[in-house]
């Protein structure tokens, strides 16, 4: 009907936070008396908006660091961020808190911190919670990217879970966990993925996740990260600017791929490397970079050695001024 384009349409705001409420709440069983104060960063987004009424549920004492939203830190709001991560680590030292979490601007991401104010790398958050949830629900799928596996494959062979590898990207993942209809997903970026939230990614629900783990486990954070790095070390990722990726991905394999024990193109390349140590680069679908990542079964310190090679071969192909020169860091 042409009249039809003419009619005045109308809107009303409503608030759907405390449906959202809710139904996050009903999902969870949560004793106040289990945990002492938790230090929480919103980065100054949205994570207010619901941490707060969802904190006030369970009745969980808060400490909040960047709560209202706006302006965004000069920094960005990627909770991962060394530099943000250390504000919140300073935020936490001095006082004594049982667990720390920061999100990024939209909650879709979040990391964690324990007692002591250290932030758990994200790879040993998802390995964490791969062994949560199989515990739970014994030979489900657990969905993860393949920057760093070994933790992860670790829990799934010792707990019989299904392994469902997927390109990195929050698109891959959810598609890959609607193929496999996992139970849970994770990704080194700090992303979480629940069947219960359709396979998609949330915050609000890793955070819950986290607490209801720790309340059942009656272990610190702490305690579960060295559990973790009992099995395998990683360094923390490496962002380099490579003017000539193909070139430079061309020289590791020529230099890895005979020696490697396996090479695998799934995601960028990965080289699993005699001495139970393994490394992955992967071009950025986001921005103009090179991601790389370490991990090790063995000593730390071999890995920085050979981590430090790898990264002499790539320096050529590299903008960067020596200021700029990565370091590598086991976590």
Not at 61 to 66: A, E, I, V
Not at 177 to 191: D, L, P, Q
Not at 319 to 331: D, F, G, M, Y
Request: net charge negative; charged share 25%; proline share 5%.
């Amino acid at each position: 009907d042409p009249g039809a384009w003419n009619q005045r349409g109308s809107y009303q705001n409503v608030s759907l936070v405390p449906q959202y409420t809710a139904f996050l709440s009903d999902l969870f069983s949560l004793d106040q008396s289990d945990f002492g104060c938790i230090a929480v960063n919103g980065l100054n987004g949205s994570a207010s908006t619901l941490v707060s009424p969802l904190a006030a549920c369970f009745d969980l004492p808060l400490s909040w660091f960047r709560k209202e939203p706006g302006p965004m830190p000069e920094l960005g709001a990627d909770p991962s961020r060394k530099a943000l991560s250390d504000e919140m680590s300073a935020y936490m030292t001095g006082n004594r808190y049982d667990f720390g979490v920061a999100w990024d601007s939209d909650c879709d991401r979040c990391v964690f911190y324990d007692d002591q104010g250290q932030m758990l790398p994200s790879s040993y958050a998802v390995a964490i919670f791969a062994e949560y949830f199989l515990e739970a629900y014994p030979g489900e799928t657990i969905v993860y990217d393949t920057k760093l596996v070994f933790n992860t494959e670790a829990v799934l062979q010792r707990l019989s879970g299904k392994p469902a590898p997927a390109l990195t990207g929050s698109a891959f993942m959810r598609q890959k966990m609607k193929a496999t209809n996992a139970i849970y997903g994770g990704e080194s970026s700090a992303h979480h993925y629940f069947r219960m939230f359709s396979g998609c990614d949330s915050g609000m629900l890793a955070w819950l996740s986290m607490l209801q783990l720790l309340q059942r486990r009656g272990v610190s954070l702490r305690q579960l990260v060295e559990e973790h790095q009992g099995l395998a070390r990683c360094t923390a990722e490496i962002s380099l600017s490579i003017e000539d990726v193909d070139s430079a991905f061309s020289c590791i394999d020529g230099r890895y791929g005979q020696r490697a024990d396996r090479v695998d193109e799934f995601d960028g390349l990965a080289f699993w490397m005699p001495g139970s140590w393994r490394f992955s680069l992967r071009q950025s679908k986001t921005e103009d970079k090179v991601r790389l990542n370490f991990e090790t079964k063995a000593r730390p310190e071999d890995l920085l050695e050979e981590g430090e090679q790898v990264l002499k071969l790539l320096h050529p192909f590299c903008r960067l001024t020596e200021a700029e020169k990565p370091v590598l860091l086991v976590q």
